[in-house]
Structures are given as C-alpha cells and as structure tokens.
C-alpha cells in the first residue's frame, strides 16, 4: 500500500486510466502544463503529452461543450472546472445538453464522460469559490454525483466514473486535498452507487459526505470516548445512484439518523435521505430524522464566520448528544 | 441538390399541414425559404461528417438522409418517431446518418460541434463537424468560446450562421453591433469572411466544399453566412407581422426552388425529369404521412428508458 494525498490520488486515477484505454482524454484551464490550479494533476501533461492533456481558454461552455462533442464520438473525456461555483456559467451544457441527450434521443447517444471539480469551503474563499453544490447535480435526472473523502476512494470512484458509459459529476472536496491515505497496490477501481459504512455503531447512525466524514467520524469517537454513545457513520460517497440499501439497513440498527451536509439547507441531500427514511423505514423509526447543515447563507470568508457555518465536530457532537438526550 | 431542397420544402409544408389539422403538437420552427442552405452543404458533406443544427432543425436532418416517417412520426408523437416520442420536432436526431442532434438552448450546440471535430481530429477519422445557427445565435456567450476554441485547437468545424435577418421577432440589425453578424465577427477569431447567397444552393455548395477541404487539409475551422430568408414565422405561433410587406416581397421573389428550377432547365435538364423528381418526393412525403399516421403512440413505458446507458432510469438501488 503506497500512501498518497486526496490531491495526488487524482492524477494517480487519471494516469491509471488514460495507460489503460487511449480513447480518455482530458482538458481544462491550466490543467495540462501547470499541473492545475490545486496541483491535482501534475506529471499528466509529462506523461501523456499535448494531444490528450490539453489547455483550454477561459471557457467554461465551449470545455463542456467540447466534452460532450467528444464523448458522443467516441471518445472518454474528462473536463475539469475549476473551481464547482464556475458550473453556474456552463449550466446550460451540463443540465439540458449533457444530462438529456442519450434520453432526448431515444438512446441513440451515449455519453461516457467526467466532469470533476473542485468543490466546498473551509479556506476562506469567499461565497464565490466556497459553495457545495452537490444539490445542484443532484437534482438533475441524467447525471451521477459523486463526492469522495479519502484518497482511495478519489483514486478508485474517479477511474469507476471515467470507465462509467454516463456523465458523472466529479465533486473533490477541496479543503481535503492535503489529505494522507493508504491506497491499495495496483489497479484500483471502486463501484458507483455504493456507500461505505466507516464506523459502527448501534445508538444512531451518521450520514456524511465528503470533508463531512472525517468531521462525523471525529465527533463518532467523542461521542463513545465521552459519553458512550455508540455512533455509526456512513459515507454517502454517492449521491446519484443512491445506495439506498446501506442506507436503511444502517438506519433500521437504531432507528435514529443524522445528515451531516456542508451544503446550504434548503433542498440538500439529506432532505431527500430524510424523506426515504420517513417513506421506507417509517415503522423502525425512533426519533425524526435530524439534519446538521450549513445555514442558508452564503459562505463568509473570516476564519471564525466561516467556521461557525460550516458543520464542525463540536457541532456535530452537540447536535447528535442533544438530540439522543 | 433539387430533390433534397424539394424534399425540405414538401416536408415542411406536410408538417404545417398536419399542425393545422391537430395532428402535431407543441411547436415547430420550419425552414421553408432556407432550404438551399441544407442542400449545398449537405451535398459537400460526405458519409461520416457529422451535422449539428437548431430547434429548425427539420432540413438539415432530413438532407442527410433521414427517415421521413421517422421525422414526421416524432411530430406526431409516435411510436414510429425517430426518437420514440422523447424528443420532438426541436431535437431530431439520426446518429447513424451523421445527424447528431438539433439544439434547442441557443448557441449550445456550436461547442459541441466543436467537440466532435476534436474528436475526429484525435482519432484522425478525417471526418468534419458541420454546425448550423442562425443570425441571432452571434450574440450568445457560447458562439465567441466556440470559435476562439475551434481556432486555437484548429478543429475540423464549418459554423454556419443562417441569416434569416429575424432573431425571433427583432431584426438582427437592432441587436447587433455589426452589420453581417457572423462574417464581420470572423475577422476577431483570425477567420476569412464569408457571405454567401443562401438561397443559391450551388453557390452554398462551393463554399460548403471549400471549408470541407480546408478541414480535411488541417487547416482548421471555417464561418460561413448565408444570408436567406424564412417564408413562415418563427415558430408555429408567429404570424409573422412584424416584416414589411415589400421586405416579404422581396425574398419570396428570390425563392431557392423556383430558382433552382429555373436553372435547371435553362441548363438543359428537361423538364420532365425535373417534374418527375418533384412528383416522386411528393409521393415520399404522402407515403411517409400515412405510414406515421397509421403508427400506435409510444408505449407507456418508453417514458422510463434511455436515462443511463444501461437502457434504463433508476436512480438508486
Ligand atoms: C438561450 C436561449 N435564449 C432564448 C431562446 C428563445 N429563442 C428561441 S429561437 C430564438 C431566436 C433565435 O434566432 P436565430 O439565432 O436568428 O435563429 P432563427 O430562429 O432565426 O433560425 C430565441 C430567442 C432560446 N431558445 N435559448
Ligand atoms: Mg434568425
């Protein structure tokens, strides 16, 4: 097992793929001989030269555009936007061109492609470079939705989503790319729509997502060390498809569930979770599903405005205490 | 050339018919008057390139061979339709015959286009992407990334802008910071200028082959305007009143079909021959209306198909 950051764990998956099938190509600003804005894919351009790692101009439509061109072609294309807030200037590629094609077409297009992006707050970005907007994808009939939070699962779900047939949207949490991870030896390739149970427990279950799981797991282990509650957390890892199997089947071990989301409130994913619990598992349930979010405002910037907004330990700690009391 | 601009114009004037009668729904945006645009360049594309159009999408779909029942089902929302009733007269598709879609979100398809170029050229497939807008279309965002990008990639793209003289009800002239609103852009893109008549099919022809043979040479993408005219409105719900009766008079006298027939026979084709190609396409046409009439709507559960690769929908385990 070699030990690589969340940050390298992206060119490691990428590299893995583009020596595997020479159709997977990749493009984006300054992705190629900067190695990225993030430093995520250094040594690719090195590799794998000009015609597959490529530059683009400040282009967020024609990046998209040119993706999915591509990838009705015959070609394996992974775009990188920059930052997940710069998705709201090329909206219209990924939501009505992208996500509705293969289904407008009655199937006679496939679009097997990725979109990855930086994504989240918690380094003082500002609300411009700082949003979570899972929800947004989410929310789109025709695209999977992914969020990793380990380097492992960087490496093994970002090959799964470049070898998927369909568009996937590619969520790295950016405050966990300095992250440090175990990744398996050679090849490594994971499954979408599978979530993983991280900790067990029998007295609640958490659902994380991304830089949520290791704050949920932390608050886990207080919570045993301190007061003996036994916690379990799953990580969502995806969001589309939902692995709604581990879900319930974690959820019916106690009956009490708790949603750990750095998105803003309204329409977040553990909405939705809240509302399958309360439709599927309604005669197990103990307590209403709680959801431990970031209000509904925009991400400040100062340490301690930020901090206070974005679920933390303490909060996830005090929250799920309070709510078993 | 003269039977696929007949073929455009009689399939057209069908689906107006049939509008008129209820059996289509929805909206239809016809390119009867623009038909030569299609023609031209379809007839300089070869098997393998690859056509992206708009919302009045009908022509070019059809000139590179698509089913007509296929078409005209897909507005009648049957089974028979060319997208099992998913998609509707704005999105036409034949992917086997290099028709890969028709955009309904303006500007949206120019970077696709531009995508199957790089595609094409990565594979050096020698395949070109033909992209079809309109007048309005070069003030969207999209239209400026796309061009810069097919430059400084040097894609096999030809965009072409059909100047209809309309974005919707406004004259593009009101809109727009220069007088031909694609060919005095190219220049800012390090591209020739390019007007052509779009009502002369031959004309858009040889233009049509030039930046086929410029693209296939790897000299990257072309902008063709091709002034024409519509002779309906925009869409199905425009009557059309805002254009001055002599501006109509004008361009219904510069009509592509009779032109073209005109020339036809002043070089020599017989009249006979060019009366019969139109009576066979008219035959087509009739044939193909009876053939989607007679079809079953699409069965219920087509709603559910076709959202991932795996044919199906769900969205969780
Ligand atoms: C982004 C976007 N804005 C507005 C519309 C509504 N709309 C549909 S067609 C059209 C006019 C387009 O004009 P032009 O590009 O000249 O094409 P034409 O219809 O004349 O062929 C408009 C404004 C749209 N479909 N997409
Ligand atoms: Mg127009």
């Given at each position: 097992m070699a030990e690589l950051t969340y940050r390298e764990a992206v060119a490691d998956a990428i590299a893995q793929e583009m020596e595997r099938d020479d159709k997977v190509v990749f493009l984006g600003e300054d992705i190629a001989k900067a190695g990225g804005v993030f430093k995520t894919t250094v040594g690719l351009y090195d590799k794998f030269g000009p015609d597959r790692v490529r530059d683009t101009p400040i282009s967020e439509q024609a990046i998209l555009g040119a993706a999915m061109g591509a990838a009705m072609t015959g070609l394996r294309p992974i775009a990188e936007i920059?930052?997940?807030?710069?998705?709201a200037v090329c909206w219209d590629i990924v939501v009505n061109q992208i996500a509705k094609t293969r289904y407008m077409t009655g199937g006679q297009v496939t679009m097997p492609l990725v979109i990855r992006s930086a994504n989240g707050g918690g380094?003082?970005?500002?609300a411009q470079h700082s949003q979570s907007i899972e929800n947004w994808a989410m929310m789109i009939p025709g695209l999977k939705v992914i969020a990793p939070s380990t380097p492992a699962d960087v490496k093994g779900l970002l090959a799964a989503s470049i070898r998927d047939p369909d568009p996937v949207i590619f969520f790295e949490q950016k405050s966990l790319y300095g992250d440090k991870g175990e990744i398996p030896d050679g090849e490594h390739v994971d499954e979408l729509g599978t979530a993983r149970v991280v900790r067990d427990g029998t007295d609640a279950v958490i659902y994380a997502l991304a830089a949520m799981v290791p704050r949920s797991i932390k608050a886990a282990e207080r919570l045993e060390a301190d007061l003996g509650i036994r916690v379990s957390v799953v990580?969502?890892?995806?969001?589309?498809?939902?692995?709604t199997r581990t879900l319930f089947s974690e959820f019916r071990k106690s009956g009490r569930a708790f949603t750990v989301e750095?998105?803003?409130?309204?329409?977040?994913?553990g909405a939705e979770i809240s509302s399958l619990i309360t439709e599927e598992c309604f005669w197990d349930m103990d307590l209403p599903v709680t959801r431990i979010t970031t209000p509904h405002i925009p991400l400040a910037s100062a340490d301690n405005l930020e901090d206070q907004m974005i679920p933390s330990v303490d909060r996830i700690f005090e929250t799920v205490r309070a709510g078993l009391d | 050339m003269w039977r696929l601009q007949l073929e455009v114009r009689h399939l057209e004037q069908r689906a107006h018919d049939l509008f008129l009668q209820n059996l289509i729904k929805g909206t239809s945006h016809l390119a009867v008057g623009q038909e030569a645009i299609a023609a031209g360049c379809a007839t300089a594309m070869r098997p393998g390139d690859y056509t992206f159009c708009t919302y009045r999408g009908h022509a070019h779909t059809l000139v590179r061979g698509a089913s007509m029942t296929g078409m005209l089902g897909e507005l009648m929302g049957k089974e028979c339709g060319m997208l099992q009733g998913k998609g509707g007269s704005m999105h036409l598709t034949d992917v086997e015959k290099g028709a890969m879609g028709s955009y309904?979100?303006?500007?949206?398809?120019l970077p696709i286009a531009t995508g199957a170029a790089w595609a094409a050229q990565y594979n050096k497939t020698g395949a070109v992407s033909f992209c079809f807008f309109g007048d309005?279309?070069?003030?969207?965002?999209a239209f400026h990334e796309a061009l810069n990008f097919a430059v400084i990639w040097k894609l096999p793209v030809v965009f072409v802008c059909e100047?209809?003289?309309?974005?919707e009800y406004t004259p593009i002239g009101e809109v727009t910071?220069?007088?031909?609103?694609a060919a005095d852009r190219a220049g800012a893109y390090g591209l020739e200028s390019i007007i052509v008549d779009g009502n002369d099919a031959d004309a858009v022809y040889r233009v049509a082959r030039a930046a086929v043979d410029k693209a296939v040479a790897g000299d990257g993408p072309s902008l063709i305007e091709a002034k024409t005219y519509r002779?309906?409105?925009?869409?199905?719900?425009?009557?059309?009143?805002?254009?001055p009766d002599e501006e109509v008079e004008e361009w219904m006298a510069k009509d592509p079909i009779p032109m073209y027939r005109s020339r036809l026979l002043e070089f020599g084709v017989p009249e006979k021959v060019v009366g019969d190609i139109e009576k066979s396409v008219l035959k087509a046409v009739d044939d193909a209306t009876e053939e989607a009439k007679a079809s079953p709507v699409?069965?219920?559960?087509?709603?559910?198909?076709?959202?991932?690769a795996d044919g199906g929908s769900a969205w969780r385990n």
């Open positions: 920059m930052f997940s807030d710069f998705f380094v003082r970005f500002g990580d969502v890892r995806s969001l589309v498809p939902l692995d750095e998105n803003p409130r309204l329409c977040g994913w | 309904a979100i303006i500007g949206a398809h309005g279309t070069t003030n969207i965002g100047n209809n003289l309309y974005m910071a220069v007088e031909h609103p002779h309906y409105g925009h869409s199905r719900a425009d009557p059309a009143t805002y254009r699409p069965r219920d559960e087509l709603a559910h198909t076709d959202v991932w």
